[in-house]
C-alpha cells in the first residue's frame, strides 16, 4: 500500500517515495539550491549574509537554512552565513541548537565538563607515556 502524504511545501497529495515533498517541489528545490550554490560560489559573494543570499537569488531563507544544515553548503567557505538555532533563533554555525540551549538541558553542561576532564586526563597520560619512554631509555644507555 503506497502511503499518501500532503506535501509540506505546496500541500499536494503525493505518493511518500525516498522524498519529504513532492516530485514538483523537490524539482523546485534543487532549482532552489543551484540558484543558491551558483550566487555563493562566486568569488566576490564568499562573504555574503543570508539576507544578502535572499535578495539575490530570490530563495527564500529557511530553504538556504535547509541546504546548510543538509551539508550541501558548507559552512567553512563562507563566513557570514549561520542559520537559527532550533531552539531559540539564535544564529549558529554548528550543531542544532546554539551554546546556550545546549546548557539549559539537563546535566548538558556537566556532560560537557566531564569530557573535558577525560580529554585533560587522556592528555596527561599521554605526557606520562612519554615521559616514561624516555627514562627508560636513559636507563638503557647508561647500562650500556
Ligand atoms: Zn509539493
Ligand atoms: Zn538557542
Do not use: W
Not at 6 to 11: A, E, V
Not at 44 to 54: G, L, P, S, Y
Not at 111 to 130: C, G, P, V
Amino acid at each position: 500500500m503506497p502511503e499518501l502524504l500532503n506535501c509540506p511545501r505546496c500541500n499536494k497529495i503525493f505518493v511518500k517515495a525516498f522524498r519529504e515533498v513532492c516530485n514538483n517541489c523537490h524539482q523546485q528545490e534543487e532549482d532552489d539550491f543551484q540558484k543558491v550554490y551558483h550566487y555563493v560560489r562566486k568569488k566576490d559573494n564568499r562573504r555574503a549574509t543570508i539576507h544578502e543570499v535572499e535578495e539575490a537569488t530570490g530563495v527564500e531563507k529557511e530553504f538556504i537554512y535547509k541546504f546548510i544544515k543538509q551539508g550541501r553548503i558548507s559552512l567553512h567557505s563562507f563566513p557570514n552565513l549561520a542559520y537559527p538555532c532550533e531552539s531559540c533563533g539564535t544564529m549558529i554555525r554548528e550543531g542544532r541548537i546554539c551554546s546556550d540551549c545546549r546548557g539549559n538541558i539537563t546535566d548538558g553542561l556537566e556532560r560537557l565538563d566531564i569530557e573535558k576532564t577525560f580529554a585533560e586526563r587522556n592528555k596527561r597520560e599521554e605526557n606520562s607515556k612519554i615521559t616514561t619512554y624516555h627514562s627508560v631509555n636513559n636507563r638503557f644507555d647508561r647500562n650500556r
